[in-house]
């Protein structure tokens, strides 16, 4: 079974840019998460998607990033314009659909540098 | 937002010895999982524990959920080179937040040959 797919594996941009990042889950896998990950922290939930729906983007910056998945399977990330904060490592994750002992499957994330 | 925190922050060891890893937290949770990642690569599940008490076993690791749902701790017997990586403990806290996966922030073990 192939397992979550991201790409760039690695971007660096000047502030200011803009960048987008891709994620296919594994095939049939409802739920679909973004997280944000700082350097020797834990990852930071960014949006979770149900579908082709949002169910929660509540840690979102939403002035500067934007998500979607459209067709309800793979989906982008974007930052548009990129600060010097948002280094860091960008992980997609899905999992069958949410329930007790489901497990959360994740790629190999996006690493940024805004420099 | 609920929020995990997890103690030590990191944790140097020789090979052989023993270790406990706490993930606390003042809300409730429905389920909680462990992960381990290693450089360069995303969080891999370990184990997921969803009652409160519930004691699991995976080898040499041993992962406890505490009576109230609140805590949880994962303990390593017997370290070895090969468990070295980042621990993560996550949280989901049912209900409206149903899937929403909160992570505390890690605590990084190097176990030394």
């Known amino acids: 079974e192939a397992g979550v797919a991201q790409s760039p594996r690695y971007k660096i941009i000047e502030k200011r840019q803009s960048v987008a990042f891709w994620c296919n889950p594994i095939?049939?896998?409802?739920?679909l998460y973004w997280y944000q990950q700082i350097l020797g922290q834990g990852p930071k939930l960014l949006i979770q998607?149900?579908?082709?729906?949002?169910?929660?983007d509540s840690q979102l910056p939403k002035d500067r990033f934007s998500a979607e998945r459209l067709k309800g399977v793979d989906s982008t990330l974007k930052i548009q314009p990129a600060k010097l904060e948002d280094s860091a490592v960008y992980l997609c994750?899905?999992?069958?659909?949410?329930?007790?002992?489901?497990?959360?499957?994740f790629g190999q994330g996006t690493r940024l540098t805004v420099v | 937002t609920q929020l995990l925190e997890q103690s030590p922050q990191f944790l140097s060891i020789q090979e052989g010895e023993n270790l406990t890893v706490y993930c606390n937290s003042s809300?409730?949770?429905?389920?909680l999982q462990w992960y381990r990642q290693e450089p360069g690569e995303g969080p891999v599940l370990l184990v997921t524990?969803?009652?409160?008490?519930e004691v699991k076993k995976l080898k040499r690791l041993t992962f406890q959920f505490g009576d109230a749902r609140k805590d949880s701790s994962l303990h390593i017997t017997a370290a070895q080179p090969g468990d070295t990586g980042l621990y993560l403990c996550?949280?989901?806290?049912?209900?409206?937040?149903?899937?929403?996966?909160?992570f505390g922030q890690g605590t990084i073990l190097t176990v030394h040959p």
């Open positions: 524990v969803v009652t409160g008490g």
């Open positions: 998607f149900q579908n082709n729906g949002v169910v929660d």
């Open positions: 994750a899905s999992c069958l659909q949410w329930g007790g002992d489901t497990e959360a499957f």
């Open positions: 095939s049939g896998h409802a739920t």
């Open positions: 809300s409730v949770f429905s389920s």
């Open positions: 996550a949280g989901d806290a049912g209900g409206t937040s149903y899937g929403k996966l909160t």
